[in-house]
């Protein structure tokens, strides 16, 4: 079964530093897609980056980037020059290329940034 | 109003009582999801319509019962439900495309309490 883990449950990042976020995830699937969604306070999940696993390049978006290791089975967030704004909870993801609706989600990691 | 708007935002119910949760998505979207987001849990699929038609029901109680009159909008009609249904329940859409990325936009949720 494709499951998603963030052994993280709690970070915290003091504000202008990086932080990393762990994702790991098991599949026997060879092509899939990877997320990154933020959930703030507000309630609304939002997607902050996405990866094809057919691609070596690493995702970047802004401040955001991944360490993508598909051999481990590995989806790490890098979040740099971190902001007050980023503090929220962020939720990996894990889609298989064939199955259309078939997001797994782990369990979530809470972020908090220290002015 | 753009995006996927969730009503109402918060809802407090009797085990006995009936009421509804809606959804509308502003995005064009062909697809929209229910999901449960209860705390230290993975998010839990629930329905997935795809033009109107549900094309998958994750085993879910039929005190739960969605309604999906047009491509944009989507209701989840309860009835006597129990203390363990309180939770946050995610509306979502996305353009779904064989092979593609199929990015889930998300709704800001709708808060339930039983009672």
């Given at each position: 079964?494709q499951?998603v883990t963030?052994?993280?449950?709690?970070?915290?990042?003091?504000?202008?530093?990086?932080?990393?976020?762990?994702?790991?995830?098991?599949?026997?699937?060879?092509?899939?897609?990877?997320?990154?969604?933020?959930?703030?306070?507000s309630?609304?999940?939002?997607?902050?980056?996405?990866q094809e696993?057919?691609?070596?390049?690493?995702?970047?978006?802004?401040r955001f980037?991944?360490?993508?290791?598909?051999?481990?089975?590995?989806f790490?967030?890098?979040?740099?020059?971190?902001?007050?704004?980023?503090?929220?909870?962020?939720?990996?993801a894990?889609?298989p290329l064939?199955?259309?609706?078939?997001?797994?989600?782990?369990?979530?990691t809470?972020?908090?940034?220290?002015? | 109003?753009?995006?996927?708007?969730?009503?109402?935002?918060?809802?407090?119910?009797?085990?006995?009582?009936?009421?509804?949760?809606?959804?509308e998505?502003?995005?064009?979207?062909?697809?929209?999801?229910?999901?449960?987001?209860?705390?230290?849990?993975?998010?839990?699929?629930?329905?997935?319509?795809?033009?109107?038609?549900?094309?998958?029901n994750?085993?879910?109680?039929?005190?739960?019962?969605?309604?999906c009159?047009?491509?944009?909008?989507?209701?989840?009609?309860?009835h006597?439900?129990?203390?363990?249904?309180?939770a946050?329940?995610?509306?979502a859409?996305?353009?779904?495309?064989?092979?593609?990325?199929?990015?889930?936009?998300?709704?800001?949720g709708?808060?339930?309490?039983?009672?």
């Amino acid at each position: 079964a494709q499951t998603v883990t963030q052994s993280q449950p709690e970070m915290s990042v003091q504000e202008a530093e990086t932080v990393t976020l762990s994702c790991t995830y098991d599949t026997s699937e060879s092509d899939y897609y990877l997320f990154w969604y933020k959930q703030p306070p507000s309630r609304q999940m939002i997607l902050v980056i996405r990866q094809e696993a057919y691609k070596q390049q690493n995702a970047t978006e802004n401040r955001f980037s991944v360490n993508f290791q598909k051999a481990a089975k590995s989806f790490s967030l890098k979040i740099s020059d971190s902001q007050l704004g980023d503090a929220a909870m962020y939720f990996c993801a894990y889609r298989p290329l064939s199955g259309t609706y078939k997001y797994i989600f782990g369990t979530g990691t809470r972020l908090k940034v220290l002015a | 109003e753009t995006g996927v708007t969730q009503t109402p935002r918060h809802l407090v119910m009797g085990m006995t009582n009936k009421k509804s949760l809606k959804c509308e998505q502003h995005l064009g979207h062909n697809a929209m999801y229910w999901y449960k987001q209860s705390a230290k849990k993975p998010l839990e699929l629930m329905f997935v319509y795809n033009f109107k038609e549900q094309t998958e029901n994750n085993s879910v109680p039929s005190r739960f019962s969605p309604e999906c009159p047009n491509s944009s909008h989507l209701f989840l009609h309860l009835h006597t439900l129990q203390p363990e249904d309180s939770a946050l329940y995610l509306c979502a859409s996305s353009q779904d495309r064989p092979l593609g990325a199929n990015v889930l936009t998300f709704g800001a949720g709708s808060r339930l309490t039983v009672l």
